[in-house]
């Protein structure tokens, strides 16, 4: 069983930068690829960005490739997500998520766990 809790988010200007933080309870959060998703108002919730278990290998939707970074401290269980050059179409709710399928994945349903999501609004 593991237990997230996103923090992190707020209202900010565009081009400005935000860090996500998921902190994640359970023994074997080491082992779990973790990932953000987000879901903007009226949309459906999409893939962000995923980690595999060691840090080594991430994942990023095109539209934030070269603006977010995603990483993780095991010794912390946590992930966070560096979001840089914010734009106004990034405003959304953040979803930290974790899956016990060890191949970094962009599909929802492989993600058994998640947090309860942190808002983030990107100003003009």
């Known amino acids: 069983q593991v237990q997230l809790v996103e923090s992190g988010g707020e209202l900010v200007q565009a081009g400005g930068s935000l860090r996500l933080s998921c902190a994640a309870s359970g023994r074997l959060f080491n082992w779990y690829v973790m990932g953000w998703f987000r879901q903007a108002p009226g949309k459906e919730r999409e893939f962000v960005a995923a980690v595999n278990w060691n840090g080594d290998s991430t994942d990023y939707v095109d539209s934030v490739k070269g603006r977010f970074t995603i990483s993780r401290d095991n010794a912390k269980n946590t992930v966070y997500l560096q979001m840089n050059s914010l734009k106004l179409e990034d405003t959304a709710v953040y979803y930290c998520?974790?899956?016990?399928?060890?191949?970094?994945?962009?599909?929802?349903?492989?993600?058994?766990?998640w947090g309860q999501g942190t808002p983030v609004t990107v100003s003009s």
């Open positions: 998520a974790a899956s016990p399928i060890p191949t970094i994945t962009r599909l929802i349903p492989r993600y058994n766990y």
